[in-house]
């Protein structure tokens, strides 16, 4: 007959007679398989803690995910009782771009050409804890310019354990308003108290919409606008639409209405995007100077550490991000991060930013930099910086 040893474990009946008699189970076999049976447990909550960050779908873990700022949210997002998102008040029609441009610049929104590494791709541990906290509008965000070194400037910034960004640009204020402040929030990734929310759409600094848009959302929204060189800013816009559709008429003759009088074509996005001046004044209607930062495209690339020790002060962070951080790769020609975010290897950005620009007529080139001088000049006066494009 099976006689039941102790700890009522069934699996484990054998025949009595058989064995001897069983001393009582060891003391240090029993705190082994408790030690087990707690690892396990351990596990388990891991598992279904970091779960409620990407399992959305699940409902009954959902409210594992749910961090104290969610309480803080705006009342205008909060749920329906059916669990869906609210349509809000002041939903719009997809934006315009300000410059809507010659047809083969496909106009001032187009998309980021992004390699995968620039995406969201956070690591098993930081997808783990990205399980914990709440997600939160964005207090800050990179809204310009095109073609400015955005890109560069987000995944420098994502190095700082106090900032949180989502990978991929939203195109939300442009593209996508009518879906919804809620919508909008849930492309954010989770953060804790203390961390920022931030993202970047290049295409919301021409965009004549955004800036009442931002500023309904939160006027105390910090905008960071990364600058460059508006005729490199220009040739660099050329050369990406160049390398998706390498038919397209030359740099040279999309930049005249006509070559003869010398006139050149503000309504080529490329163009008009870098007239930088006119763009600021739409966003000085609703934000004051002081809630925008200007930082320098060349100086991102020259001194990135310096810049972003400005960008760190602006966003009320503390200064992590310093020279320990980058080193300048000779092969790509760009100062690339010892480690990227949740990753301990050196990371460059993709092929797609610093590109090789053609070679372009210095006459035309000469012709540019004589329209953008005063529109520059303007500029330098209404932020009060020089960024020595003359
Ligand atoms: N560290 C580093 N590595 C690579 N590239 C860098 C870096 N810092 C700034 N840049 C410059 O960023 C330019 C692309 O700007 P954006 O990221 O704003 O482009 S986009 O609007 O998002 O498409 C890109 O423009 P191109 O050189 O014309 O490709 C770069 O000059």
């Known amino acids: 007959m099976g006689q039941r040893l102790s700890g009522g474990r069934s699996c484990l009946d054998v025949p009595g007679r058989l064995l ?4 009582p189970s060891p003391p240090p076999v029993r705190r082994k398989l408790a030690l087990l049976f707690a690892m396990l447990c351990i596990w388990l909550y891991m598992f279904l803690y970091s779960c409620a960050g990407s399992c959305a779908a699940a409902p009954g873990l959902l409210l594992l995910g749910s961090g104290s700022r969610a ?10 009782p059916d669990g869906t998102a609210p349509r809000l008040p002041f939903q719009a029609a997809p934006a315009t771009p300000l410059a809507a441009g ?60 106090d900032v949180r960004a989502v990978g991929a640009e939203p195109h939300f204020f442009d593209r996508s308003y ?7 929030r849930d492309l954010m990734p989770r953060t804790l108290e203390g961390q920022i929310t931030m993202e970047k759409t290049p ?54 209405k006509n070559r ?13 995007i870098g007239i930088y ?18 930082v320098s495209g060349e100086r991102l690339i020259s001194d990135p550490a310096g810049e972003l020790g400005r960008v760190q002060d602006f966003l009320g962070l503390k200064r992590i991000i310093t020279d320990k951080h980058f080193y300048f790769n000779k092969t790509k020609g760009f100062p690339c991060l010892k480690k990227a975010e949740g990753s301990s290897k050196p990371h460059c950005l993709g092929k797609t930013k ?10 035309v080139v000469r012709r540019l930099r004589e329209f953008y001088r005063p529109f520059n000049l303007k500029f330098y006066q209404m932020t009060g910086q020089d960024f020595g494009w003359d």
């Not at 309480?71 to 329906?80: E, K, T, V």
């Not at 496909?106 to 980021?112: H, K, R, T, V, Y």
């Not at 620009?357 to 006459?363: A, L, S």
């Open 20 to 23: 001897p008699q069983p001393p």
């Open 354 to 363: 610093g590109r090789t620009h053609p070679e372009i007529d210095r006459e």
């Open 178 to 184: 009518d879906k919804g402040l809620a919508w909008y």
């Open 260 to 272: 003869t009088t010398g006139l050149i074509d503000t309504s080529w996005s490329a163009i008009q």
């Open 277 to 294: 001046a006119k763009h600021l004044e739409h966003w000085l209607h609703h934000f004051p100077i002081g809630q925008m930062l200007f």
């Open 71 to 80: 309480a803080h949210a705006p009342p205008a997002l909060a749920r329906g």
């Open 102 to 161: 010659k047809e083969p610049a496909e106009g001032a929104a187009s998309q980021e050409e992004q390699s995968p590494e620039t995406l969201d791709s956070p690591s098993s541990i930081s997808s783990f804890f990205s399980g914990s906290g709440s997600k939160q509008l964005p207090q800050a965000i990179i809204i310009g310019v095109k073609k400015g070194g955005t890109r560069a400037l987000l995944e420098f910034l994502r190095v700082h354990p």
């Open 203 to 256: 295409s919301y600094f021409v965009t004549r919409e955004a800036p009442a848009r931002i500023s309904a959302m939160s006027k105390d929204t910090k905008l960071i606008v990364v600058v460059r060189d508006p005729v490199t800013r220009a040739i660099s816009d050329y050369t990406q639409t160049l390398s998706k559709r390498p038919d397209i008429p030359t740099f040279e003759s999309l930049t005249f």
